[in-house]
């Protein structure tokens, strides 16, 4: 008996470095693959690639938008702007700015200039269905073209049919480990806090809401391990 548990011990001794794998890319994609080794030189030369927070406002009974809706997730994106968490990371100090001092965040609500006060009640469904027709005229503030198809789903001739809102928060990403990469994570989970009154929100509104941070699936992984 006392040989057979020595045996198993030095069997075992592999568990002392044992540790589960939640990055998604090294779970599916060799160490020694070319697109490994081809997304490390990027993530080298480049820094990793962005981190996006993502919302699908859902009507599956007729189009999504109305004014009342429109006021509403004015709202809601207000509230992502002004969310603050620990040493005061805000969404500001972690987000992707291309052009200067702007977010990109990719929303119906750009189509506005992303300023409520633009929002006419006589006016909007023409406004919309215009930037639109032409995104180069109703430039959101970080200074890009909304590509309609980026921003409503399942709409026929016209996005006011449109039974879908995608909206895109767009995070600066930074190697493993470090300090910036913690604050945007740490951002991310208050988020998903907030994501989850919203959808309740939604449903009141008969409205289903899914969303997904870039956190997240690492933390679905955890919890499937667990």
Not at 13 to 41: C, H, I, M, Y
Not at 108 to 120: E, H, K, W
Request: charged content about 25%; overall charge negative; glycine content about 6%.
């Amino acid at each position: 008996i006392s040989v057979s548990v020595i045996i198993v011990a030095l069997l075992s001794l592999g568990w002392v470095n044992f540790a589960v794998e939640t990055d998604p890319v090294r779970l599916w994609v060799a160490p020694d693959s070319d697109a490994a080794q081809e997304k490390q030189f990027f993530d080298e030369k480049f820094g990793p690639f962005f981190r996006a927070e993502q919302v699908f406002l859902v009507n599956e009974s007729g189009p999504v938008m109305d004014y009342d809706t429109l006021r509403w997730w004015f709202d809601v994106e207000g509230r992502v702007e002004r969310l603050r968490v620990a040493d005061g990371i805000t969404l500001d100090g972690i987000c992707y700015k291309p052009t200067g001092d702007a977010c990109v965040v990719q929303s119906v609500t750009g189509y506005f200039d992303s300023d409520i006060r633009n929002l006419d009640p006589n006016y909007w469904k023409q406004q919309l269905k215009a930037c639109a027709g032409n995104p180069s005229d109703c430039l959101p503030p970080f200074g890009q073209p909304l590509n309609p198809k980026m921003i409503f789903g399942s709409f026929g001739d016209s996005v006011l049919e449109a039974r879908a809102l995608v909206v895109t928060w767009v995070v600066s990403n930074h190697p493993e480990g470090t300090e910036e990469l913690q604050r945007a994570m740490t951002w991310e989970d208050e988020l998903k806090r907030t994501l989850l009154d919203v959808q309740r929100e939604a449903a009141d509104r008969g409205l289903r809401l899914s969303f997904n941070t870039e956190v997240s699936l690492e933390q679905e992984l955890n919890k499937s391990t667990n």
